[in-house]
């Protein structure tokens, strides 16, 4: 910067000279002040206000209670304010992870001169994001947060700062931490919160875990919990193809299906997971499912159905087949259609 050279080496003006009265001086003022920021300083002082400024230790008083923005803040809290509501605490935190470098030190000066900018939701964000450091600085200096905080942390998987916020925070959670945990096979959360807290989960933990193929989760939520699943969560693991999940759930769990499971199953072409519902299960199925696996061109499931169920409708399943360009199966049901037909007149 031009006036701080020309002060080091000694040409300035005549009221300049109080401006660096040693090196010290000088290396405080450029690790302090933002760029820029003592140049505007210095030309509008009087030789007074500067002969302050040229004091560190005087100058950090001054400034420790001072709750203006400096040049680098500014644009900051100008792009803040232009934000919808639902969006400054999420431009903050991307601000704040912008400056990865510096993100504690942006943190600590914004927390000084904006606390308003901090709100729960600013606190909740940064549980999910799993920043445990800024999490406690921010606990630290009375930010707030919701029940969200734990519960997002929770279905990221961020043990920490689960265990931080139960130990430390008394907002707590909801439900949705265990259920969400599960979703995503996050068990050491879901292992940490049966231990903890008293919130529980819903049914929608063992189904969305099921769903999701998260085994090692359905099999701890089986073991440990109360609230069980639902019909729809082993239809919904047919659908997905998950074959393991679905004998476990047919062998240690008693809420079973509905016919919609060999429907999607036999939609999505899961040939192994029609024949076990076939096999072991009594809920049946519906004309949905050869016509939605003869539109799909499975062919060995069209086969089997046609072979051993009675439910379908042929004549949409062949109509659906020719529309979708599945000419092989649309004469293999017009086949064993008239083979029908001959058996019924004989």
Same mark, same amino acid.
């Given at each position: 910067m031009q006036l701080r050279w020309h002060a080091l080496e000694g040409d300035h003006h005549d009221d300049d000279d109080m401006l660096f009265?040693?090196?010290?001086?000088?290396h405080f003022y450029e690790d302090t002040l933002p760029s820029g920021a003592f140049y505007k300083c210095h030309r509008s002082?009087?030789?007074?206000?500067?002969?302050?400024?040229?004091?560190?230790?005087?100058?950090?008083?001054?400034?420790?209670?001072q709750r203006g923005l400096d040049i680098e803040l500014a644009p900051i809290c100008?792009?803040?304010?232009?934000?919808?509501?639902?969006?400054?605490?999420?431009?903050?935190?991307?601000?704040?992870?912008?400056?990865?470098?510096?993100?504690?030190?942006?943190l600590q000066r914004l927390l000084h001169v904006r606390p308003d900018?901090?709100?729960?939701?600013?606190?909740?964000?940064?549980?999910?994001?799993?920043?445990?450091?800024?999490?406690?600085?921010?606990?630290?200096?009375?930010a707030t947060c919701s029940t969200d905080a734990m519960d997002w942390a929770a279905e990221q998987g961020h043990l920490d700062v689960v265990r931080f916020l139960h130990f430390n925070r008394t907002e707590g959670c909801t439900r949705?931490?265990?259920?969400?945990?599960?979703?995503?096979?996050?068990?050491?959360?879901?292992?940490?919160?049966?231990d903890h807290r008293s919130e529980g989960a819903t049914f929608y933990a063992m189904d969305s875990a099921a769903i999701n193929n998260h085994l090692h989760v359905v099999?701890?939520?089986?073991?440990?919990?109360?609230?069980?699943?639902?019909?729809?969560?082993?239809?919904?693991?047919?659908? $997905? +193809?998950h074959i393991d999940m679905l004998k476990f759930l047919h062998v240690h769990r008693r809420e079973g299906c509905t /016919?919609?499971? @060999?429907?999607?199953a036999a939609q999505q072409g899961h040939l192994a997971i029609v024949k076990f519902l076939h096999s072991m299960r009594t809920e049946g199925a519906t004309p949905d499912a050869l016509t939605w696996a003869a539109e799909n061109?499975?062919?060995?499931?069209?086969?089997?159905?046609?072979?051993?169920?009675? $439910? +379908?409708?042929?004549?949409?399943?062949?109509?659906?087949?020719?529309?979708?360009?599945?000419?092989?199966? /649309?004469?293999? @049901?017009?086949?064993?259609?008239?083979?029908?037909?001959?058996?019924?007149?004989?």
């Open positions: 009265p040693d090196q010290d001086s000088f002082a009087s030789r007074p206000a500067r002969q302050v400024l040229a004091i560190p230790e005087l100058f950090r008083v001054i400034t420790t209670f100008r792009s803040w304010r232009k934000q919808l509501e639902y969006c400054q605490a999420p431009y903050l935190l991307q601000v704040l992870h912008l400056n990865t470098v510096e993100n504690q030190r942006l900018m901090f709100t729960c939701d600013v606190m909740d964000l940064v549980a999910r994001s799993g920043h445990l450091d800024m999490l406690q600085y921010l606990h630290e200096h009375g949705a931490a265990m259920d969400d945990a599960a979703k995503h096979g996050h068990l050491h959360v879901v292992q940490f919160l049966h099999e701890f939520l089986h073991k440990n919990r109360a609230e069980g699943c639902s019909k729809y969560g082993m239809d919904r693991v047919a659908l $997905e +193809g /016919a919609k499971a @060999l429907d999607w061109g499975h062919f060995e499931v069209v086969q089997f159905l046609a072979t051993h169920r009675r $439910e +379908g409708h042929r004549v949409h399943a062949i109509q659906n087949a020719v529309t979708n360009g599945h000419a092989a199966i /649309a004469r293999y @049901l017009r086949k064993s259609r008239q083979k029908q037909c001959q058996c019924v007149i004989s």
